[in-house]
């Protein structure tokens, strides 16, 4: 499927060692959508916190860079031994880059790399208020139940497959050579 992102923008996953960028894109999230992320209000200290711990739990960040920035980020974390095969996935798109597609490409490559991770169960949680989010998740065919003022999208992920396998390779592969790419590329600029 042809994806329309803004000018510029490269989606890959995040490498061990770009905590530091995740921690600042979550920082300049304004507080509407900090608050959507995180459902409820943050400081600074929390989220400072809350991206170290992301980084200790297996966490696989999808980051879309526009111009070697961290402009948006989804997150698949496993929920663990007491849940077999469910993890949580939870974006967040910097203001000016909402309404772009680019939410909906992150959401597609989290859906595939958990397919492929063998996850059945996906849980996303959004305040009850967040038509976008819920938009979004109804557009990869979430399924979506209220709870107590937020909801609940449960995406049931289909077993991965040699095709899916390959299509997240081939994913990866054009994320680091386009990082590469634009790294050799500020390297002749500076
Ligand atoms: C929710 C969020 C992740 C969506 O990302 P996005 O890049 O803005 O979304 P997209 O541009 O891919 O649009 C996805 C769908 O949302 C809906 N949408 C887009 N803009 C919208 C708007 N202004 N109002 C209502 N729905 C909207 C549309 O259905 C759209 O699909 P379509 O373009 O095929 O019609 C992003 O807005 C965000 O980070 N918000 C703050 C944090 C947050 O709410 N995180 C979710 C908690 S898990």
Same mark, same amino acid.
């Given at each position: 499927?042809?994806?329309?992102?803004?000018?510029?923008?490269?989606?890959?996953?995040?490498?061990? *060692?770009?905590?530091?960028?995740?921690?600042?894109?979550?920082?300049?999230?304004?507080?509407?959508?900090?608050?959507?992320?995180?459902?409820?209000?943050?400081?600074?200290?929390?989220?400072?916190?809350?991206?170290?711990?992301?980084?200790?739990?297996?966490?696989?960040?999808?980051?879309?860079?526009? =111009? *070697?920035?961290?402009?948006?980020?989804?997150?698949?974390?496993?929920?663990?031994?007491?849940?077999?095969?469910?993890?949580?996935?939870?974006?967040?798109?910097?203001?000016?880059?909402?309404?772009?597609?680019?939410?909906?490409?992150?959401? /597609? /490559?989290?859906?595939?790399?958990?397919? @492929?991770?063998?996850?059945?169960?996906?849980?996303?949680?959004?305040?009850?208020? @967040?038509?976008?989010?819920?938009?979004?998740?109804?557009?990869?065919?979430?399924?979506?139940?209220? =709870?107590?003022?937020?909801?609940?999208?449960?995406?049931?992920?289909?077993?991965?497959?040699?095709?899916?396998?390959?299509?997240?390779?081939?994913?990866?592969?054009? *994320?680091?050579?386009?990082?590469?790419? =634009?790294?050799?590329? /500020?390297?002749?600029?500076?």
């Amino acid at each position: 499927m042809q994806e329309v992102l803004p000018e510029g923008a490269v989606i890959r996953k995040l490498w061990i *060692g770009e905590t530091d960028k995740y921690r600042e894109h979550m920082l300049r999230l304004d507080p509407q959508s900090r608050r959507s992320r995180f459902g409820g209000g943050m400081s600074d200290e929390s989220v400072s916190k809350y991206v170290d711990l992301s980084a200790t739990l297996d966490a696989i960040v999808h980051g879309c860079f526009v =111009d *070697g920035v961290l402009r948006a980020a989804a997150e698949l974390r496993p929920l663990g031994l007491g849940f077999p095969r469910q993890a949580e996935a939870a974006l967040s798109v910097e203001k000016p880059w909402q309404s772009h597609g680019v939410g909906s490409a992150l959401l /597609r /490559r989290t859906l595939l790399t958990a397919r @492929n991770r063998g996850f059945r169960l996906l849980h996303m949680a959004c305040l009850s208020e @967040n038509e976008r989010m819920q938009q979004l998740a109804r557009k990869f065919d979430a399924e979506l139940s209220f =709870d107590f003022g937020s909801v609940v999208g449960e995406v049931e992920a289909s077993r991965a497959t040699p095709l899916s396998l390959m299509r997240e390779l081939l994913t990866d592969s054009h *994320g680091f050579a386009t990082a590469m790419l =634009d790294l050799q590329s /500020r390297m002749l600029r500076a």
